[in-house]
């Protein structure tokens, strides 16, 4: 079991956010939490089962500027 978590600026939300939900659609994994900031930074954290999924995920959410993530394992 993995944990990716995924941090993104207000502005990348405002500009990817339909492009990142269609992105973690893609992957059979569960968002554990998902929390908005005052400053309208995001911080969003999902379970996923496979490894090569979760590294796959982390390399797909750097695609979208503004947009950090990593993973560990659960």
Do not use: H
């Amino acid at each position: 079991m993995w944990k990716v978590n995924v941090t993104c600026s207000g502005q990348a939300w405002k500009i990817y956010g339909s492009e990142f939900k269609a992105l973690a659609d893609k992957y059979s994994g569960d968002c554990i939490t998902s929390k908005k900031m005052p400053d309208g930074q995001r911080i969003m954290v999902y379970k996923i089962e496979d490894v090569s999924d979760a590294e796959s995920f982390v390399e797909e959410c750097q695609q979208f500027v503004g947009f950090s993530s990593d993973f560990e394992s659960l």
